[in-house]
């Protein structure tokens, strides 16, 4: 490949605004949007409320203080049913007992239903800092009360 002065220079500069993106402003950004859906032929009594939340990347850039925080923010909606979407962590994670706790919280406000995601296990995870299975992710969500979903 040959690099022009303008790619050269382009990824000089979006290589450290990524990483800064990535380490500093995303494990920040908590956002709760409210979505009405009407489902045609639905034959709901009352609004249905779901709380979605995904990409919670436990790490030291999302410690679980911080977590916490955003998962109040959620419950604070008073769902009727949680969802939430994989990668619970980033790669190796050793808080396991706290980390079951507060996912805990979810499963004791309202049925709650879970997927992993590319972080929690498998083969990407495995050359990327993580687990190679997700059999520690899911036992976590399982007895934290959340019905794994394959």
Do not use: K
């Not at 990668?87 to 406000?109: C, E, K, M, N, Q």
Request: aromatic share 8%.
């Amino acid at each position: 490949m040959s690099w022009t002065r303008r790619a050269f220079i382009s990824a000089l500069v979006a290589a450290p605004t990524g990483a800064a993106y990535a380490r500093l402003i995303e494990p920040r950004w908590l956002e709760v949007r409210r979505l009405e859906v009407r489902i045609p032929g639905a034959s709901l009594t009352a609004p249905l409320r779901l709380l979605h939340v995904s990409d919670l990347h436990a790490t030291d850039a999302a410690s679980l203080n911080y977590l916490e925080r955003a998962l109040e923010t959620g419950l604070a909606e008073q769902p009727d049913l949680i969802v939430a979407t994989g990668d619970f962590i980033t790669a190796l994670f050793d808080a396991w007992p706290a980390y079951r706790r507060l996912l805990a919280r979810l499963s004791a406000a309202a049925p709650t239903f879970a997927c992993l995601g590319n972080h929690d296990g498998g083969e990407w995870s495995a050359t990327h800092g993580g687990y190679r299975l997700p059999w520690t992710m899911a036992e976590c969500l399982v007895s934290a009360g959340i019905r794994l979903l394959d």
